[in-house]
């Protein structure tokens, strides 16, 4: 089991910029695959980004391929998303979770044991 606290959320501008970051408990962070999930109001919650537990692939969502990066550093047992040019439909509750994934089954919440309380992302148009 690993717990997993969230941080670095807020408010830009449309085309700003944000770094959340995933603290997480355990000593075994390097085993496990790492995901970024995201919750709008009204919809279902949905994949952003998940990095292996070497951190050597890395897998997106197409809407944020080229301004989302996703990196973990696990001897501090955190992983980041760099949020760039955001977008107001970029605004959600954002999620980390942690689990055991392959490139075809990261982006299924079904994938992840483990998940952080949600941090509050917005970008105002």
């Known amino acids: 089991q690993v717990q997993l606290v969230e941080s670095g959320g807020g408010l830009v501008q449309a085309g700003g910029s944000l770094r959340l970051s995933c603290s997480a408990s355990?000593?075994?962070?390097?085993?496990?695959?790492m995901g970024w999930f995201r919750q709008a109001p009204g919809k279902e919650r949905e994949f952003v980004a998940a990095i292996s537990g070497g951190g050597r692939n890395t897998y997106y969502t197409d809407s944020v391929k080229g301004r989302f990066t996703i990196s973990r550093d696990n001897a501090k047992n955190t992983v980041y998303l760099q949020m760039n040019s955001l977008k107001p439909e970029d605004t959600a509750v954002y999620y980390c979770?942690?689990?055991?994934?392959?490139?075809?089954?990261?982006?299924?919440?079904?994938?992840?044991?483990?998940w952080g309380q949600g941090t509050q992302v917005t970008a105002a148009s």
């Open positions: 979770a942690a689990g055991y994934c392959s490139a075809y089954t990261c982006s299924l919440p079904s994938s992840y044991h483990n």
């Open positions: 355990g000593r075994t962070f390097g085993d496990y695959e």
